[in-house]
C-alpha cells in the first residue's frame, strides 16, 4: 500500500462511559431486540437471552451499533468495525475521565444534545 492509499483511510475512535440507572428497563429492550431478530438462530438467541440477563453490558451491546454514526455520512465507506462494551468503574473526579473542550468533553450543563 503506498502513502496516498494508506491517507485515504482514518480510524475514529469513540469512548463512551454510560450510566445504567434502570437495568430492568436496559435488559427488556434487549430482550425485545433479540425476540424480533428474525435471523438469529434459535441457539444463539438462547445463549444471547441468557449473557443479557446477566450482564447490563451484554444488554448494552445488542442494542448500540457504533457502525449507525458513520452509515448516512457522506463521502465515506465503513470497512472496518469493532466494539466491545464491558462494566468499568467510574470516578467522575479522575483525571482519566477530564475531557477538556479539545477533546471533545461533553457538559451536561451545556450540551444539551
Avoid: C, K
Avoid at 434487549?30 to 449473557?51: F, N
Avoid at 465507506?77 to 470516578?91: F, G, K, M, N
Amino acid at each position: 500500500m503506498n502513502p496516498s492509499d494508506t491517507s485515504r483511510y482514518v480510524r475514529l475512535r469513540v469512548d463512551l462511559v454510560l450510566e445504567v440507572p434502570d437495568a430492568e428497563a436496559l435488559t427488556g429492550a434487549a430482550l425485545d431486540h433479540i425476540s424480533a431478530d428474525e435471523s438469529m438462530p434459535d441457539d444463539e438467541r438462547g445463549h444471547a437471552e441468557a449473557a443479557v440477563r446477566e450482564d447490563e453490558s451484554e444488554a448494552l451491546a445488542y442494542l448500540v451499533d457504533p457502525t449507525d454514526l458513520v452509515v448516512d455520512v457522506p463521502g465515506v465507506e465503513l470497512v472496518q468495525a469493532s466494539w466491545s462494551s464491558e462494566p468499568v468503574e467510574y470516578d467522575p473526579e479522575s483525571l482519566e475521565y477530564d475531557l477538556d473542550e479539545e477533546d471533545g468533553g461533553f457538559d451536561r450543563e451545556t450540551d444539551n444534545a
